[in-house]
């Protein structure tokens, strides 16, 4: 079966956001208007790891590949076709198996598996401590981990092709690929600790629980394990995106939130579409002023900044300054703009698109995908349904209700396939998860930073001794796994070393039980 539209693939554009953008363009449009994609820089990793201490070299890590089961969970002939899958391992600081030292696996996103090695300090900075080996392994659909012969055009092509790209193949890929790792490496009794951020550390919670005999422990950073069926609010997400503006400045939010309005009302005739081509500098002296493209330019440029919300300077989505939020802000109450509000809002999304200063124009309407980032739609629109897209009167964005229904219709009408928004927390769990997971489960780390719009699906209590929620309040999206600077506030430095205190007690937790059994 033919998808009716593989080019919408291209148009997710990254982590898990895609699908509270898309049904929040949806909430401002007819069922059947299809929202401007993202810029073509949407998502640009950093070009070198950095360290507080010391450099490191350009590419830390090698390269090898798995030969992977197609379906793990089948076994008719289609079942035992294979693909080539990517991870990446860094050897420096291993004890090796004699030492029993430990391994790090970093369960990979949805998104070519260097971007995520390259933004992840964390493994890399507390590897010598604990002298482990570091592994990143490539989610599949994704990078250079494409089955049907590495062929994209043939593994995005249809429903039938597509059908293998689940969270459940993506941990039975990691499981296997560790069992092959840690047995060509005579490491058997090597303790793993799982590692992920965003879909990551959900996979990464959810390996701990799957595949308990593989993995000690969960590091699961930003992980909205909850932000499904019903468990948490679909408000929850632009209610902390209007939160984060509305703290730094009244007058900001009130200037973004009375915007959408004065952009509808440009675009309907030919002098304000002329003046909304000039005020945000679109590409071409015919540069379409549509106002749904550029109000979703916008909306992107506000979530993505709440959501990378970091206290120093980063370069994982974009190249931002620190705390861009208060940047955006300081530009949209600039008392020498006067009632420009267009011009406030340029300035402001020029904080995330254009920091170095050195873009002379925008097209609101490109729709390239430089990170291979377009299986997510797939997955939104078959497992991983999160409701995210409703908005309060009081929401930055313009008020709308949450519209399952909506999204069904489009991913029936693009992938000829119906969502099942109740399959992860059947799979996986999530109702009543305090009594559930305080009565099973054992050692997962769930950080939250409440700057963060997905904190609102995350863990934000602790469940038990070793089942523990690290909360951030000044915390944005996974920032504890980010390269440490010297320009780190305190509370940052604190979670690490949270984090890194309970990974120590579940390595020597493990190596007690260990002796004990010999």
Known sequence: MQMKA?????????????????????????????PAPFPASAVRPEQLLRSRDRGHDKSPYEAEYFTQTLDHFNFNPPSYKTFQQRYLINR????????NSPIFV??????????????????????????????????????????FGGNKDVAYSNTSTLGYLTSTQALADYAAIIIDLKRNLSAADSPVVAIGGSYGGMLAAWFRLKYPHIAIGALASSSPILNFDNITSPYSFNNIVTRDFRVESENCYKVIKGSWQQIDAAAKN????????????????????????????????????????????????????????????????????????????????????NSSGQVSCFNPNDDSDPHGLNGWTWQA????????????????????????ENWRAFCESYFEVEPRPNWITTEFGGHDIERVLKRFGSNII?????????????????????????????????????????????????????????????????????ALAQ
């Open 6 to 34: 593989l080019s919408i693939g291209s148009r997710a554009r990254a982590l898990l956001l895609w699908s509270s953008l898309l049904t929040l363009f949806l909430s401002l449009s007819t069922a059947k208007h299809i």
């Open 92 to 99: 420096k600081h291993w004890g090796g198996p004699d030492n």
């Open 106 to 147: 970093y369960t990979g996103n949805e998104g070519d598996i260097e971007w995520f090695a390259q933004n992840t300090g964390f493994m890399f900075e507390t590897a010598p401590f604990f002298k482990a080996l570091i592994v990143f392994i490539e989610h599949r659909y994704y990078g250079k981990s494409i089955p």
């Open 270 to 353: 030919q002098p304000g579409r002329q003046e909304l081509r000039k005020s945000f500098r679109l590409c071409g002296s015919n540069g379409s002023a549509n106002g749904d493209a550029i109000k979703s330019w916008l909306m992107t440029a506000l979530i993505y900044t709440a959501m990378t919300d970091y206290p120093t300077n980063s370069n994982f989505l974009k190249p931002l300054p620190a705390y861009p939020v208060r940047q955006m802000c300081k530009a949209i109450d600039d008392p020498t703009r006067g009632n420009d509000t267009f011009g406030k809002l340029y300035r402001a999304a020029s904080v995330y698109y």
């Open 381 to 404: 629109c078959t497992e991983m349904v999160l409701p995210t897209s409703g908005n309060t009167a009081e929401s930055l964005f313009p008020a709308s209700e949450y519209s399952y």
């Open 446 to 514: 769930f950080f939250n930073g409440l700057r963060d719009p997905w904190s609102g699906g995350g863990v934000l209590k602790n469940i038990s001794t070793s089942i523990v929620a690290i909360v951030a309040k000044e915390g944005a999206h996974h920032v504890d796994l980010r390269h440490s600077t010297s320009e780190d506030p305190e509370w940052l430095r604190e979670v690490r070393k949270q984090e890194v205190h309970a990974i120590s007690n579940w390595i020597s937790q493990y190596y007690q039980e260990l």
